[in-house]
């Protein structure tokens, strides 16, 4: 399998039974599959399109705190406070610049994939609602909080790990999920 064979896109049949011409995409092609689905609320993603751009995100997350943690942790700023706050600054706001560029596309690939899942969209909706509103209806009832905040995640979870339902047909060599 060349690099060519992933990179292309879904086929016709593909995109029309499911409104994303990146339906399926893995590996490096997940990252412009996301970027490129950035508004499509309307269509459906995999399994692997999720998780592939799931593990690309974390993995970029991690190596920028890292350099971030690298510089603050081995005194390349010294002990002063506001040394340290300037320098947190930048990193600090490319961190809410890329959360802000991500999270359009990010709501949309959750909904597709609640889509493809077979779960209706208002689900997962619903879910996120009630996760940023239990902190704030059980003001001062941490732990409960918590739990409940936990339980709403282990659910997101569970349906964003569930297989296609009714997968798409496609009569030609196609790489999304069959």
């Keep these: 399998m060349g690099g060519n064979t992933m990179a292309k896109k879904a086929s016709d049949a593909i995109v029309s039974q499911t409104g994303n011409h990146f339906y399926g995409a893995g590996g490096l092609v997940a990252i412009p599959a996301f970027f490129s689905n950035y508004v499509n609320f309307t269509g459906r993603s ?59 596309p990010g709501l949309a690939i959750a909904v597709r994939r609640f889509r493809d899942a077979g779960v209706h969209w208002g689900v997962f909706v619903v879910l996120q609602v009630a996760a940023a509103l239990v902190p704030v209806v059980l003001n001062g009832h941490t732990t409960l909080s918590s739990l409940i905040t936990l339980a709403i995640g282990l659910v997101t979870l569970v349906i964003e790990i569930l297989p296609t339902k009714n997968p798409p047909v496609d009569d030609t060599d196609s790489w999304a999920e069959q």
Aim: no cysteine; proline share 3%.
């Design 46 to 104: 995999t399994r692997r399109e999720f998780w592939w751009w799931t593990l690309w995100q974390t993995l970029l997350t991690i190596i920028f705190w890292a350099i971030v943690i690298g510089f603050v942790g081995f005194g390349t700023v010294g002990k002063d406070p506001t040394i340290l706050f300037t320098a947190l600054l930048g990193p600090i706001l490319i961190a809410l610049l890329f959360g802000l560029a991500i999270l359009l």
